[in-house]
DNA sequence: CTGTTAGCGCCTTCAA
DNA sequence: TTGAAGGCGCTAACAG
């Protein structure tokens, strides 16, 4: 380990006291322009590089912001951690990333580390449907902000999309292209918030257009292609075959439209499908796939300014933020029938 | 902020000593059981926590590795991370993560950043073309290992996939399919290493299989779809056309094939396309992608691996690793003509 | 304007 | 087996 420098080597080098040399480097005002100039010389020279352990111990500030997510190699979670680290990087903020795959110990875990870390904050997306890990940060008077899958809870900050609007428009489009028997797809647990809300868009969409709604028709998988075919064959060996789908997630709605084709059933002619994220692949495809954007960056920035709004205020102000980023249906040709 | 329970609030209440908690905490033999017992149950009573950041000032280890990418919400750097994350948080290590978004003087502002925090290692794609700021990094004897984006120096290790291969099978795949005319499609910067190699890799794979190799068949352009189109126009407009193209990113061969099409120009039949990384969306088109894989998330773990081997030997043995993938090629529908 | 002192929370000698 | 003391690097309060 290459000896570290610090304000006292140069303090002795320089001959005064190391109080004088932190001051210097921080640009105190009560510092002459004189010895200020030679420390911040003499620092460069001697290849001085302060510590943030020692300022962080000191002052119970870290910097440091935890972010909880399943996963990071997908371009939802991709983008919304780019968000936050772009707006809090900005601010002098680091990112510490934990990742829980989608198990409720590993996050646990994770705060519990974070939280051993001493970070200033700490955002999640949650996979658990318990609230004692919640608990413990608030207890520790840390920030929690969840988004996208939050758990409504008091004094927690959330950032999400209106879900069940994004439910509700999906199957509304679905239901203007003419189609009576529309499917849905869920996918996770219905115990999870965002799904349960998606899924009551839809059946909100069914019942204001006097569509009745069918517990057949309604199926939860995983969010993956081979889950989107398995849901298709359930679907199309009921006596009363559906006329379009609307999937949760945009695998399962690629998945299906690849079986539908192999069934020899026309989309969007026979059936038409609506998916869910705005994947980047479901623009790519000759068929392109209808689906509902969720603005991960914009959510990921937003994220940031909530808890950087946060900080800037007294502890009066501190009162929870719920905002709600609007949905938007991206209507592309899997459910088109207008041409 | 809520009261941090310290060890000594905890020593305090038992009326003994920090050390003694300190120990009993850490599990030192020298602590008779009982008191161990006793600390442990006061310290879960008191929600006591104990503080990384001291101890970290304390021992000079953070704990803390950070990786410097170009972005985190592409497929690949993604999954590098995940892959990190995955290896290094079952030895105890946290993930700080910076975007460069390829600019060098925000990766030296990051790498300024990460040494600030006394990370334990540094973990970088770089986008630089100097080295100064690696000197640095170096300079203070912290591990520095590049991936993918590496840059040759002494002392440093890295994981990369061998480019030169990649682009030897896949342009040597191209001439197996009967291909004489094959033209490269470069992304980034020739000055980055491993589109050099990729380049050199085609080009041996030409001279190896007595194919003269032609300027005009080279180009360089950003990595997405629309300067993949841009691409086949001017390959088009040349006089002696491609009869294949070898790409080395799966958004221009997408952006290729989409303006083939347009041009009436069949795929792989007239032009045999080969693209690089195995984005996802290879996959899922109807027309699907021939690449090459990299093989990201083992990417991301021997990443870490070669760290956590470097920390566990003597100095005497850290010698640097050059870890090197063998790519694979994913021969698909754009540029297999045997069907 | 500058120096002295103390302490952030922990661990680690050195003593007992 | 346990206690006392010092220090990791820095800043802030208190003196001059």
Chains 1, 2 share one sequence.
Do not use: W
Request: with cysteine.
């Amino acid at each position: 380990m290459a000896k570290k420098v610090t304000i006292y080597d140069i303090a002795e080098k320089l001959n005064i006291a190391a109080a004088t040399v932190s001051r210097a480097l921080n640009d105190n005002p009560k510092i002459s322009d004189a010895t200020k100039k030679l420390v911040m010389e003499t620092a460069e020279k001697m290849n001085y590089r302060q510590n943030r352990l020692a300022i962080a111990l000191k002052s119970g500030k870290t910097n440091n912001v935890g972010v909880i997510v399943p996963r990071v190699n997908t371009n939802f979670f991709g983008s919304v951690i780019r968000g936050i680290e772009d707006e809090l990087n900005a601010s002098g903020y680091q990112v510490i990333i934990c990742q829980t795959h989608n198990d409720e110990e590993k996050e646990a875990d994770n705060v519990e580390s974070l939280l051993n870390s001493q970070v200033d904050a700490i955002f999640m997306s949650t996979s658990s449907r318990n609230t004692d890990t919640f608990d413990k940060i608030l207890k520790k008077k840390i920030p929690l902000i969840f988004f996208d899958r939050k758990k409504t809870m008091d004094n927690v900050s959330s950032v999400t999309i209106d879900d069940f609007a994004g439910g509700y428009i999906a199957t509304k489009h679905l239901i203007d292209q003419g189609c009576k028997k529309i499917a849905h797809v869920s996918t996770g647990d219905l115990n999870i918030e965002i799904f349960r809300e998606r899924f009551a868009g839809y059946k909100q969409a069914l019942y204001d257009n006097n569509i009745p709604y069918s517990e057949d028709y309604v199926l939860t998988t995983k969010s993956n292609i081979e889950d989107g075919r398995e849901a298709v064959k359930k679907l199309f060996s009921l006596k009363n075959k559906p006329d379009a789908i609307f999937s949760a997630s945009d695998f399962v709605a690629l998945g299906a439209i690849k079986e539908l084709q192999e069934m020899k059933i026309k989309v969007p002619k026979d059936v038409a499908i609506v998916g869910f994220s705005n994947e980047p692949f479901t623009n790519f495809l000759e068929l392109s796939i209808s689906t509902v954007d969720q603005f991960p960056l914009e959510m990921g920035r937003m994220t940031a300014r909530v808890f950087l709004a946060q900080t800037d205020m007294t502890d009066l102000d501190k009162i929870q933020k719920k905002v709600v980023i609007e949905p938007k249906l991206i209507v592309r040709k899997s459910s088109d029938r207008r041409s």
